[in-house]
């Protein structure tokens, strides 16, 4: 009898320190997909120049395009916000060239090294909620010859990123 109920006092604290387990479903707490957004203009805006200005538009114009056509909708008080950036950088390349045909050291034929800057560049949008919780960001990079080349290629590099957003928190 006394060992009976010693072993229901020893099970009864066994089962009270027992760790509990709750469940709760993750459906409550996603946020809905959002359905409005609105774009940042840039900071330096005004000091850019007529060609920059142009371009600027371009790529919001083209942003502005893309998401409608993915069925969100420009409002003031928006679900998204929308920042782009263009970052353009030169790297320098030291190339050498021997245009002796064979092996070795000919006077004819001297050792000559150039210097090349190569244009490089990077375009990046972001997506962030309200409280600047990134959603989605789309980076694609890209080479640079000439100005009027950017100008023309920057829009094309904006849709194929905006072309592959897709929400998903």
Known sequence: MVKNSLLAII?????????????????????????TFLIHPADN?????????????D????????????GLIVAAEADLYVTYLVNVYSSPEVRFDNKYPYCGYNFMYPKTYSVVN????VLIIDL?????KLV???IKPFTIGSIEEVQAMLPDICRKIIRSYNYNL
């Open 45 to 57: 805006f005004a000091s850019l120049s007529p060609a920059n200005r142009k371009l600027d538009e």
């Open 136 to 138: 989605w960001q789309g």
């Open 59 to 70: 790529l919001q114009q083209v942003i502005t395009d893309g998401l409608i056509k993915k």
């Open 118 to 121: 190569n244009k490089e560049g």
């Open 11 to 35: 099970f009864g604290l066994f089962a009270s320190c027992a760790t509990k387990v709750v469940q709760t479903d993750n459906f409550s707490i996603t946020p809905a997909e959002p359905t």
């Open 128 to 132: 962030k909620t309200s409280n600047g």
